[in-house]
């Protein structure tokens, strides 16, 4: 992981420090800022094998990758930018286009492009995934019609894509080789999902990518509603427009049931929860109905079978080794 700041810098290098950085962290960019005295920015970029994430903050900046620069360098990538805050604007492949918080952005490397992010007061904060070219499951022509042109977060594919960005931004670090290569493998998915929604060309996606990206919308769907007793599975093949065996075919062959996914998120969000020394007075049965288990005695041999404990040891365990911890 590389990690960088602006912090410790004297003023008139955290500009052209940033600049070096980042033309070799990313893709070769020309950048200018009209207020270096008062620049300020931090980065930190995870290597994942197959696509690479960066999550970034800054205030206002320009960048320019011109067809010179592009001869000389081009790594014939994409980047997927996703606007957490801020706003500014990108010219590429004969479109002009605004964007702002909310937003998916698509970059082209191969690509002439001038842009511009934030305002000296207002920083830009972002996750920029940065994969090949040939990774993402649709020709190139079809993803081009979305280059420079920005499209919202919304339900559906686009929100999962989101939340599944955010949640690999925080937990980057922490992820083992073997766990990287799946998150990769899912992560190209959904951004083929997205884009091919975006576009109406679904139809243009391969089979497993359409199978990954449609496990993760249930999965999403799933975990929005665990607190609905009568979440099953046949509301979630009709809220998805396929049928009860091709849900369950879906889950076979991740080596689990319908049932069984459903009751573990229960279970993890229970477990959570009383160990939260927040809820400390609420009572575990509360709790339990609160993600969906309406039967006291079900709900507690299914967290011992799960977690080797019952509901009570663990939220005494949990009190008992933060006492340690503060002590």
């Known amino acids: 992981m590389l990690e960088w700041h602006t912090r410790g810098l004297a003023v008139r290098d955290r500009f052209p420090s940033w600049r070096d950085t980042m033309s070799q962290a990313l893709v070769a960019t020309w950048l200018a800022t009209q207020q270096p005295a008062s620049f300020y920015a931090s980065a930190r970029v995870f290597d994942l094998g197959g696509l690479q994430l960066s999550a970034m903050s800054h205030n206002t900046l320009q960048a320019d990758r011109p067809a010179k620069l592009i001869r000389q360098s081009d790594p014939e990538v994409f980047q997927l930018h996703l606007v957490l805050t801020g706003s500014g604007g990108i010219t590429q492949a004969g479109r002009s286009a605004v964007f702002q918080s909310g937003q998916f952005l698509l970059i082209d490397s191969s690509r002439p492009y001038r842009g511009w992010r934030g305002a000296d007061d207002v920083p830009v904060e972002s996750l920029i995934i940065q994969f090949p070219r040939a990774a993402l499951g649709l020709r190139a022509k079809v993803a081009e019609q979305l280059v420079a042109a920005p499209f919202p977060v919304e339900g559906g594919i686009t929100g999962v894509l989101a939340g599944h960005l955010t949640q690999l931004s925080e937990n980057a670090e922490s992820l083992t080789r073997q766990n990287a290569e799946t998150l990769t493998s899912v992560t190209l998915d959904l951004i083929a999902a997205a884009c091919a929604h975006q576009l109406e060309a679904t139809g243009m996606l391969s089979p497993e990518s ?110 008992a080794d933060r006492a340690l911890s503060a002590s």
Not at 214 to 233: E, V
Request: hydrophobic content about 35%; aromatic content about 8%; proline content about 3%.
């Open 210 to 319: 359409r199978r990954r990206a449609l496990l993760s919308l249930i999965h999403q769907f799933i975990r929005q509603r665990l607190g609905d007793p009568d979440l099953t599975a046949e509301t979630i093949a009709t809220a998805h427009q396929i049928s009860v065996r091709q849900l369950y075919k879906l889950f076979e062959e991740q080596g689990m049931t319908v049932a069984g996914w459903i009751r573990r998120c229960r279970l993890e969000q229970c477990r959570r929860d009383l160990a939260d020394p927040c809820q400390r007075s609420r009572l575990i049965q509360t709790i339990a109905a609160r993600w969906g288990f309406t039967d006291a005695a079900t709900f507690s041999r299914n967290f011992r079978a799960t977690y080797g404990m019952s509901p009570r040891d663990h939220r005494n365990l949990s009190a």
